[in-house]
């Protein structure tokens, strides 16, 4: 969580000001509590515009905020990491990548076809491969509730290799294995197919013609990133591409294309180099040739298509409306600024320093800011993950998009900053008031 | 009674840009008030009777000349300084009473207060006694808005004496009020003199105001008329509160 943080400068940023803002304000609070009172009085006493403000600023923030946590996400599995990090093999010329299953055998520190170059740079816990498979519940009738996409591995290397499953249950592993026309399903597919642990479902295939599946649903993936995904056994899968090749007298036009993806884990960048020196120069391969890539760069290079629209909402779209909160800010500041020019220069006469009221205005709006961006984040957070299912936007194989808990310091600081911003230019005019101007006019 | 001059005023000059023109307001003007004296200050609309005593408060700085209040010379403070220095030293009553309308009574004559570095029983103390002296406690929790004219004025009153300070200005105090109201208040700016033994300048139009004042001074055009010095010191109006010496506001010093 730490090292997501320090390799964001952004989230970094935002914790910063995080950080200070609420330091400053806790300060502010124990030393000059009654100071605090006049603020939140003031801000009281015209609560219609202090609600808009807040709403405005809150709609904002959830904005922000879900764009941003596309972003985000992708930053991270692009961010390339130094150490122990994934590599994806894939087939070198064509785009889905299909793979004849032989390509596995020699790049699995398990089978005897291992290439003994490799032997110490991977291990057994380093190695997993991925099938595709789409197929549909219903065959005559292809609603998306009815669809099912799943991955098809050996369910041995799921805690080792897939992302953020680490510390799924053993025992589901175990019985995945045990079973073999096994499937996990995510909690949010279970539902939308109706079905419940223990239930089987009969698949027809899309992708993989006349391989049609029956499978036992055996457990539930946890909720989150994996949702709406579903993993099989690739004992299965393969059995029954054999079977095909037995009834019908000749092999499935996809059994040499059968594998999309192998991945493969390194500890660091210059094993990483060896490894794609050996397996891209192997005459192993020279049939079907391939290049290995880390996961990183791989992902970004499925992204590719998606760079343009990602670049203007990033440097376009998010600053545009960070613009427009601060000048909804700036505007309801300095209205009642203005409406309080008098009540200002009173202050001043009783003593009170142009730092302390450029203090007072600067707070009144941070307060509103902080709290609605700190409320709007913590609301997003809950209705994206809990209520939603993370943010359906279909991007490369990303189902969803999940907030990170950094992202409540992206909402608060937002808030806090652009109403510190937006605030400056009418706190600095009350600070700067004069006095015997403001009642030259009265008297 | 008098005492060495808490006020000097010394040669100052005073003008305000205003575009192209410039306007002078106060010419060569020179003045001493000594401690404990109630001074009225007169003079038709525009002569600088608020622009004199804006400076005698250190809300504003003269063009040329020196102001000393006490031994500090506040006419070459910084605005910061002189910030912090008014909150000791200076009382100020306004016209419009300018009370915060969003604060209680209380709360408003504790404003000044949040400056000072008091304890909360301390400032609950001096508020109480503020608002004792005139006679506002049974309405302390009352907003502005729920307050008459003279009681607002009031309010105003303990907010200017609430931190004890060496000098009390008032400007016009009374020109919003019925005849009632501003006997009310003016009897209060009389008692804070003679009973504790306060310094005060007061602006006004009203010569019936003026009346209470030990001395007039007339403000035209810029200089100082001196005349209708009544030097007589009049016997305590009538309520004055009796042991108000003990009310117990603290003094601050400088
Ligand atoms: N801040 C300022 N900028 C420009 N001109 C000013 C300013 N303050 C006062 N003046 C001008 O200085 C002159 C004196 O003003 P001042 O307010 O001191 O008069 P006054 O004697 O208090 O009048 P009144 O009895 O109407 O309150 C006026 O002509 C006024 O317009
Ligand atoms: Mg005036």
């Not at chain 1, 015209?46 to 905020?65: P, Q």
């Not at chain 2, 410039?22 to 003079?43: A, H, R, T, Y």
């Not at chain 2, 002189?82 to 404003?111: C, D, K, M």
């Not at chain 2, 303990?158 to 000098?167: E, G, S, Y």
């Amino acid at each position: 969580m730490i090292d997501e943080l320090l390799a964001n400068p952004v989230t970094l940023l935002c914790v910063v000001i995080s950080l200070a803002v609420v330091v400053a304000g806790l300060v502010f609070a124990v030393t000059s509590p009654r100071m605090l009172l006049l603020v939140i009085k003031n801000l009281r006493r015209n609560l219609g515009r202090t609600t808009i403000t807040c709403l405005a600023t809150m709609v904002l923030v959830a904005m922000v905020t879900m764009i941003w946590t596309v972003i985000y996400t992708l930053d991270m599995v692009t961010t390339e990491k130094s150490k122990d990090f994934k590599l994806v093999v894939t087939e070198r010329w064509q785009i889905p990548s299909q793979m004849p299953p032989t390509h596995a055998d020699y790049l699995n520190p398990e089978s005897p076809k291992f290439l003994p170059e490799l032997k110490g740079m991977i291990g057994p816990n380093d190695f997993m491969t991925w099938s595709f498979y789409g197929g549909t519940l219903d065959p005559t009738k292809f609603t998306r509730e009815n669809l099912l996409f799943m991955f098809v591995m050996n369910p041995k290397h799921i805690r080792s290799m897939m992302d953020d499953l680490d510390t799924l249950d053993p025992a589901l592993v175990k019985k995945l294995g045990d079973t073999r026309t096994g499937v996990l399903l995510g909690p949010e597919r279970l539902a939308m197919i109706n079905k419940k642990v223990g239930e089987r479902i009969k698949v027809t295939s899309l992708n993989y013609k006349g391989i049609n599946l029956e499978l036992e649903i055996v457990g539930e993936l946890p909720a989150g990133r994996y949702d709406q995904s579903a993993i099989m056994s690739d004992a299965y899968f393969n059995d029954e591409l054999d079977k095909y090749a037995r009834t019908t007298g000749q092999k499935h036009p996809l059994d040499n294309k059968r594998l999309n993806l192998i991945w493969l884990r390194v500890r660091d960048r210059e094993t990483f180099s060896k490894v794609g020196e050996i397996v891209e120069n192997s005459p192993y391969f020279a049939d079907r040739p391939v290049k290995v890539e880390t996961a990183s760069s791989g992902i970004g290079t499925w992204l590719a298509p998606y760079a343009d629209i990602l670049w203007r909402v990033r440097w376009i779209v998010v600053p545009a409306i960070i613009v427009s909160m601060t000048l909804v800010v700036a505007n309801a500041i300095s209205i009642s600024v203005r409406e309080r020019m008098t009540e200002m220069a009173v202050l001043k006469v009783l003593g009170y320093r142009p730092g302390t009221i450029l203090k007072l205005v600067l707070g009144e709006s941070m307060l509103v800011g902080g709290l609605a961006g700190l409320g709007s984040a913590v609301l997003t957070y809950a209705l994206v993950n809990f209520a939603m299912g993370g943010i359906k936007f279909p991007i490369a194989f990303f189902p969803a998009f999940f907030v990170p808990a950094w992202g409540i310091a992206w909402g608060f600081a937002l808030g806090a900053g652009t109403s510190a911003v937006g605030s400056f230019l009418p706190a600095w005019s009350a600070r700067s008031v004069k006095v015997s101007e403001v009642f030259s006019k009265v008297t | 009674m008098t005492g060495q001059p808490i006020v000097r005023v010394r040669g100052i000059h005073k003008y305000f840009t205003r575009g192209e023109e410039k306007i002078d307001v106060l010419k060569n003007l020179s003045l001493e008030v000594p401690e404990g004296e109630f001074l009225g200050l007169m003079g038709p609309s525009g002569s600088g009777k608020t622009t004199l005593l804006n400076l005698i408060a250190g809300l504003d700085r003269p063009s040329a000349g020196e102001v000393w209040i006490r031994d500090q010379l506040i006419s070459k403070m910084s605005e910061a300084d002189l910030a912090s220095w008014r909150t000791r030293n200076i009382g100020f009553i306004f016209q419009f009473y300018h009370l915060l309308p969003v604060l209680t009574a209380y709360e408003n004559v504790e404003l000044p207060l949040l400056l000072l570095p008091l304890s909360s029983a301390e400032r609950q103390k001096q508020v109480l006694t503020a608002l004792d002296l005139v006679s506002l406690t049974n309405r302390m929790h009352h907003r502005p808005g729920q307050l008459s004219g003279g009681q607002q004025q009031r309010v105003g009153i303990a907010r200017a004496v609430v931190t004890d300070p060496t000098l009390i200005v008032a400007d016009e105090p009374t020109g919003d009020l019925d005849a009632h109201s501003a006997e009310e208040i003016l009897n209060l700016l009389c008692e804070l003199q003679k009973s504790l033994r306060k310094t005060i300048l007061l602006v006004t139009h009203d010569p019936r105001a003026a009346e209470r004042a030990q001395r007039i001074v007339h403000l035209d055009k810029g200089r100082l008329v001196e005349g209708d010095t009544s030097t007589a010191i009049r016997p305590a109006p009538v309520g004055a509160a009796a042991g108000m010496q003990e009310t117990g506001i603290k003094q601050q010093g400088t």
